[in-house]
């Protein structure tokens, strides 16, 4: 008998898990997302500076999820993005996960061409990083650019359409319940109410499901653990400062512990030649990045982030995020804040005249001019001006005072939901996957999560 797979959320988590399951022609798949179909996802931020908070917001929800107007550079490490080989326990099928995501990718438009850096330039960065103190971290990736990533989505899409799997857009799942073995998903499409019935599950809601993932949670009972966060900044500096180490890596990945508090920092998501973007969430905003392969900027911004964890009595670093995060977004009037770093540095506000002064230009113009040591803790304010001046060791420019950042960047992998290696959580037949759940950080690591979901269904089916 045909068994029902219902999936929460087309991002590439939820994408992968259907791409695997479909290659099966034993399951009705049905993948509902809150968002709107690929082809229909359009921000305007990027042309005309304007937010115009579309609901859902284009940027966040919809067919190729986040990843879908993101910059699409693929990550080809097990350990960048996630952890693929602790939660496989076997680090050959790990490294064959992200092979699989590529070579998909690759059947589906991404360029052939890698960027894996020349020994020689990749030794010299790791020598000057050493010296210094700091780590590089050479990763081999792929770019896809913000511009083609949808292109490479849409053939995915009608890939899998082709092989019967049912998309549903703007649909917003509310509500799962288990009743025997059956699991009732309720979504909203167009004000109104839908049920559909289902043996399986995989919950895949991204970063921007937090609110439905921890009801589910509640409902359910499925057992999760708490996870540190990444609070910091985006930095955006003029190409020229980022080209050289550009030249060794498209995404450069810098670890640095800070002098006074020995905390974890680390640089995070490189867009060169790119713009800095607004992320609206539920109660407040957030920034982030992004490039494209045919419209370029003469900037380019990475965020720079410090990790935190929580420990007893206090171990939910979700809400903590969350209200910093609504400060800033306090400050900035509904806006992120921008300051130069020169200011940061004197502990003096940016103002709009400050910002017209400095030799960079915004790329994300509505940026409120602020003072970003408001928003953010003296610890974390006090990592990033450490570490961003050790940095300025290996990337001489990065440190200068006319660097801009931009606040609140925050990586909410707060939450960790409990599963075996199949993606199961402690709910038969609830399986997880992708960032939302804490179980990736990145295009390639949240796919990898939604194969080995898919897989796990296929074990259960083989046994039964
Ligand atoms: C601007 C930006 C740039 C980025 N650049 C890169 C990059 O270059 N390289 C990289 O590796 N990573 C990048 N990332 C991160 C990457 O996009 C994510 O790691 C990845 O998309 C996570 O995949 P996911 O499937 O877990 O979640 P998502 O991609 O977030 O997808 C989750 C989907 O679930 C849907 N959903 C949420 N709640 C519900 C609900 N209640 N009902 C129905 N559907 C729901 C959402 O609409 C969304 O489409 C970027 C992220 C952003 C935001």
Redesign the pocket.
């Known amino acids: 008998m045909r068994k029902k797979v219902v999936i ?7 994408l992968f898990s259907a791409y695997k399951l479909s290659n099966n022609n034993r399951f009705d798949i049905v993948l ?4 709107r179909d690929v082809d229909s996802r359009k921000c305007q931020l990027e042309y005309t500076g304007v937010c115009e908070n579309c609901d ?1 917001c284009n ?9 879908c ?7 080809l490490r097990p350990d960048i ?1 996630g952890d693929l080989e602790e939660l496989t326990n076997d680090a050959k099928k790990a490294q064959n996960l992200v092979d699989e995501v590529d070579s998909i990718f690759l059947k589906h438009g991404a360029p052939e061409n890698l960027f894996i850096g020349e020994t020689e330039n990749i030794e010299n960065l790791q020598r000057k990083s050493e010296a210094v103190g700091i780590k590089f971290i050479q990763i081999p990736q792929r770019h896809i650019g913000s511009d083609y990533t949808p292109v490479v989505i849409n053939s995915i899409k009608k890939y899998l359409e082709k092989k019967g799997v049912k998309f549903v857009s703007l ?4 509500r799962i319940k288990k009743e025997k073995n059956i699991y009732k998903t309720t ?1 909203l499409q167009n004000k109104q109410t839908h049920e559909i019935n289902s043996e399986y599950i995989i919950a ?6 937090s609110g ?1 993932l921890m009801s589910l949670i509640k409902d359910l009972g499925i057992k999760i653990e708490h996870q540190p966060i990444d609070i910091g900044v985006r930095v955006e500096v003029s190409k020229v400062v980022m080209q050289p180490v550009i030249d060794v890596n498209r995404d450069p990945k810098f670890h640095i512990y800070s002098k006074t508090y020995d905390d974890f920092v680390r640089t995070f ?1 490189t867009n060169h030649e790119g713009y800095v ?1 607004k ?1 609206q969430y539920d109660g407040y905003v957030g920034v ?3 490039s494209m392969r045919d419209i370029k900027s003469p900037n380019s911004n990475f965020a720079f982030l410090s990790k935190v964890t929580l420990t007893s009595p206090v171990e939910d670093t979700t809400s903590y995020g969350v209200s910093i995060a609504k400060i800033a977004t306090v400050l900035g009037g509904g806006n992120p804040l921008v300051q130069r770093f020169g200011d940061l540095r004197r502990g003096r506000r940016s103002t709009p005249e400050r910002i017209k002064r400095s030799k960079i230009t915004p790329t994300l113009l509505s940026a409120t001019p602020g003072d970003i040591a408001m928003a953010l803790p003296y610890r974390i304010v006090t990592n990033l001006i450490e570490s961003l001046e050790m940095l300025d060791n290996v990337i001489p420019g990065v440190g200068s005072d006319s660097t801009l950042l931009y606040a609140p960047e925050i990586k909410f992998y707060g939450i960790r939901v409990k599963v075996n290696n199949s993606m199961e959580t402690n709910i038969p037949n609830l399986f997880v ?4 759940v804490g179980l ?5 690591n ?1 796919a990898s999560t ?1 194969i080995l979901a898919a897989e796990g269904i296929l074990k259960k089916e083989s046994s039964s």
């Open positions: 929460i959320g087309a991002g590439p988590a939820g509902l997302d809150k968002g859902p940027v966040l929800y919809g067919t190729g999820g986040s990843g107007l993101s910059d699409g550079i693929l990550n993005g649909a917003d799942v509310i979504y895949a809601p991204g970063r921007a499901g439905f998501c973007m992320e982030n990045g992004h996957a992708g960032d939302g990736s950080r990145d295009i390639v949240s939604g």
